[in-house]
């Protein structure tokens, strides 16, 4: 059984940080590329980075370029989002998905992923 299970979310101050852990389990981790998306009150699922099933190359979405870094560990069947200089409007619920097999490359579109975490709640706020 496919699961991915997201941790570290919490409530943090603007321009701080948090780490995302996005713990696989059920299937060949090292075989997929891995999402990241968030979901605000109100607005529809965003995606906001992919890294590749190497952890080589990576994708993100021009608002939290030169914030948010994502990385996983194969070994470890773990993907991670490094969130910093945190702003109100990250604020959301954030999921971790596999991408599906046959997808060409990275992504961020909700459509081409085929398995979800249950998410984590990220509240940036004074």
């Known amino acids: 059984q496919v699961q991915l299970v997201e941790s570290g979310g919490g409530l943090v101050q603007p321009g701080g940080s948090l780490r995302l852990s996005c713990e696989a389990s059920g299937f060949t981790f090292m075989y997929y590329h891995i999402g990241w998306f968030r979901q605000a009150p109100g607005k529809e699922r965003e995606g906001v980075s992919c890294?590749?099933?190497?952890?080589?190359?990576?994708l993100y979405i021009d608002s939290v370029k030169g914030r948010f870094s994502v990385s996983r560990d194969n070994d470890k069947m773990t993907a991670y989002l490094q969130m910093n200089s945190l702003k109100p409007e990250d604020t959301a619920v954030y999921y971790c998905?596999?991408?599906?097999?046959?997808?060409?490359?990275?992504?961020?579109?909700?459509?081409?992923?085929?398995?979800w975490g249950q998410g984590t709640q990220v509240i940036v706020s004074s």
């Open positions: 998905a596999r991408l599906s097999i046959s997808a060409h490359d990275l992504s961020v579109r909700p459509s081409d992923y085929d398995s």
């Open positions: 890294v590749s099933r190497s952890g080589g190359r990576t």
